[in-house]
């Protein structure tokens, strides 16, 4: 078994390069895993242990359903938490709604279909992880940020690839593999 998950790369632009380390700057001292720039990405389907005589036929499965999607361009904003202030657990960058992207879920769901992955109960919510909350005493900062960053433009990111990765479990962190670069159309 490997863990697996579709997802598409963010390249680091000039504006999160520039608010990132201010954000961890704000937040020193807390217990928040940060997710290295050259690791951003989104997440758009995570399957977990995929078998591993199944790979090759998932790709080829999506791939050709991917490969009719047109490369796209995503507007980057704002900053934001799941679950909330009193209990943070993932600060993330938004991005604005894209039916390109939408149709590249989609499209993965359905060529996923034949090998028992199903859709996922909850609505996608397109976002890049920044941190991974573990503590926080400083909530009163982090609504700071938060409310700094509220309506805050980060950019776009041109996405002409959908990456098959492998994730990696070690003690520092987790490590990305890809297994496959699919181009869109």
């Given at each position: 078994?490997?863990?697996t ?7 680091i632009n000039d504006?999160?390069?520039?608010v990132?380390p201010e954000?961890?700057n704000?937040?020193?001292?807390e ?5 290295p720039?050259d690791?951003l ?8 242990d ?10 080829s499965?999506v791939?050709?359903?991917?490969g ?9 904003c ?9 209990n ?8 604005q709604?894209?039916?390109?992207l939408q ?8 060529g ?6 199903t859709?996922?109960?909850t609505?996608?919510?397109p ?11 400083q909530?009163?900062?982090l ?6 960053y ?5 950019g776009?990111a041109?996405i002409?690839?959908?990456?098959f990765?492998?994730?990696l ?6 490590v990305y ?6 181009p869109?159309?």
């Amino acid at each position: 078994m490997k863990r697996t998950f579709f997802a598409v790369d963010i390249p680091i632009n000039d504006i999160i390069s520039g608010v990132l380390p201010e954000i961890r700057n704000q937040l020193k001292g807390e217990k928040i895993r940060w997710i290295p720039a050259d690791q951003l990405h989104l997440t758009l389907k995570f399957l977990g242990d995929t078998p591993e005589n199944t790979i090759q036929s998932i790709i080829s499965a999506v791939s050709g359903l991917l490969g009719k999607i047109p490369a796209f361009t995503l507007q980057l904003c704002s900053v934001g938490l799941f679950k909330n202030l009193h209990n943070p657990r993932i600060i993330w960058i938004g991005i604005q709604p894209c039916p390109s992207l939408q149709q590249a879920v989609q499209s993965i769901n359905e060529g996923l279909l034949p090998f028992g992955f199903t859709a996922d109960e909850t609505e996608f919510l397109p976002h890049i992880t920044v941190g991974r909350v573990k503590e926080i005493k400083q909530r009163e900062q982090l609504g700071m940020l938060l409310e700094k960053y509220q309506h805050a433009s980060f950019g776009t990111a041109s996405i002409t690839a959908v990456i098959f990765y492998e994730s990696l479990l070690k003690p520092e962190g987790p490590v990305y593999l890809p297994l496959k670069r699919i181009p869109l159309r």
